[in-house]
């Protein structure tokens, strides 16, 4: 069974500041995807990361792919308070009883201070 | 292109009782995921179809779960008799095939046992 750790859990950052978001995961995995979650919404797509060494930019977050470690990270850069929202990342494996299923790690609550 | 279409938004039921959820994915999405989150975790998948077959419902609890997805389309949740414990959003995703590419999510069904 795939697990899925996020860490940190909980991120309090500074306008400004630069941190990363790190996400671990116990298999193989073919592709794995970056959501955000507002409180009381549903998941927005960030980031589709389809092979090793895949980087994704949009605006100030960048999210990267290793499938060799079983790692991908999300940085922000130059924080912003728009960005607090709880993030997730799911990788997908495709094989057996799995194929195409996202499982999500325990997600990572962002807070952006003044 | 029309969203994913989840109803009720919200639902408050006393344990015992039997609640019923439905969800209208984006036309032409053959792959229909239903994801259970509790408050503070990450979603976890339920039940993904395929078309109207089931592919995987490993983690369904089907002594008081079912779900079902006719003609391929429209599917519905069902939860009989209700526990404390269920009290979470229920999310409906669908994607193009397993997948691939992209996967869309409803705006989510709020559950309340009390």
């Known amino acids: 069974e795939l697990k899925v750790e996020q860490n940190p859990l909980f991120l309090s950052m500074q306008e400004g500041k630069n941190y990363t978001i790190y996400c671990n995961y116990s298999t193989t995995s073919d592709r794995l995807y970056w959501y955000r979650q507002d409180p009381g919404k549903s998941l927005e797509s960030l980031f589709v990361?389809?092979?090793?060494?895949a980087v994704k930019q949009e605006g100030r977050l960048m999210a990267s792919l290793d499938t060799k470690a079983r790692l991908s990270t999300l940085h922000i850069t130059a924080a912003v308070h728009d960005l607090s929202a709880t993030y997730f990342c799911?990788?997908?494996?495709?094989?057996?009883?799995?194929?195409?299923?996202?499982?999500f790690g325990q997600g990572t609550i962002l807070t952006v201070h003044p | 292109e029309a969203g994913v279409a989840q109803s009720p938004r919200y639902k408050i039921i006393e344990k015992r009782q039997s609640v019923a959820f439905w969800c209208n994915p984006i036309?032409?999405?053959?792959?229909l995921y239903w994801y259970q989150q509790i408050l503070g975790q990450g979603p976890k998948l339920l039940i993904q179809?395929?078309?109207?077959?089931?592919?995987?419902d490993s983690q369904l609890p089907k002594d008081r779960f079912s779900a079902e997805r006719l003609k391929g389309v429209d599917s519905t949740l069902k939860i009989q008799p209700a526990k404390l414990e269920d009290s979470a959003v229920y999310l409906c995703?669908?994607?193009?095939?397993?997948?691939?590419?992209?996967?869309?999510f409803g705006s989510g069904t709020r559950l309340t046992v009390v």
């Open positions: 799911a990788p997908v494996i495709d094989g057996g009883t799995s194929y195409g299923k996202l499982t």
């Open positions: 990361l389809l092979s090793n060494g």
């Open positions: 179809f395929q078309n109207n077959g089931v592919v995987d």
């Open positions: 036309s032409g999405h053959a792959t």
């Open positions: 995703a669908s994607s193009l095939d397993n997948g691939a590419g992209r996967y869309t």
